[in-house]
């Protein structure tokens, strides 16, 4: 599959798409079926950006593959059993090949667990913080395109919800990983112009109740 100029492929279905699926099934489906729809569930904005921090050096598709090996390691990320977790489930998670054995990593999982469970006292709800960091239009460009897209791996309100991450004790949230997050999450659209995505996913974010 080739990508055109606009950053788009072009699938058997003759529906075009965001360029970075690459035409991989489970990709594409992640793309068409996940990916920017707006999240609102604390566990799946705990769960999504832990595993943005497990990303770090990585490709998405890695953990994407990966991704049930994870929920059965982090029980679910649950993270009020997550932040329960002690040497124990340490030496257990080093020891299954099915995630990313890296200590610092699980380490700050746990770590960001125990934040979690902080914040959804000071908040309500993790979705209620996390979203209130939704960017004000006047941030966005005026226009997502694939020079656009590229050339902006984080924007200002990703680096002030790191900064304020980090000042909470939160770990592996630098701007860029939390900009990811915001995209996956639907904080922001940016499926790309001509993406047939775009429009479906505006139009649920037009209808989400925000926290």
């Known amino acids: 599959m080739e990508t055109t100029a606009e950053g788009l492929i072009r699938g058997e279905d003759g529906l075009d798409r965001c360029f970075w699926h690459g035409g991989l099934e489970d990709y594409r489906r992640y793309h068409d079926e996940e990916w920017g729809r707006p999240v609102t569930d604390d566990i799946r ?43 124990e ?16 990593k699980i380490v700050s999982t746990i770590n960001n667990a125990r934040r979690a469970v902080d914040m959804q006292a000071e908040f309500g709800s993790l979705s209620r913080y996390f979203w209130s960091y939704e960017p004000d239009a006047s941030e966005r460009p005026p226009r997502m395109d694939y020079v656009t897209l590229k050339a902006n791996p984080t924007s200002p309100t990703s680096i002030r919800l ?16 939390v900009y990811a997050f915001m995209q996956a999450m639907g904080l922001v659209n940016d499926h790309i112009e001509g993406c047939c995505c775009r429009a479906p996913t505006e139009e649920l974010r037009s209808r989400l109740v925000r926290p």
């Open 162 to 177: 790191s900064k304020d991450l980090k000042k909470r004790g939160w770990t592996f949230v630098g701007p860029t990983t």
């Open 45 to 87: 904005l705990f769960e999504k950006i832990c595993l943005e921090g497990f990303q770090s050096g990585l490709s998405w598709l890695t953990i994407l593959r990966k991704r049930e090996n994870f929920r059965a390691a982090f029980a679910g990320f649950d993270f009020h059993q997550v932040a329960r977790f002690g040497d």
């Open 89 to 104: 489930e340490i030496a257990r998670c080093l020891a299954d090949a099915g995630i990313i054995r890296h200590r610092g």
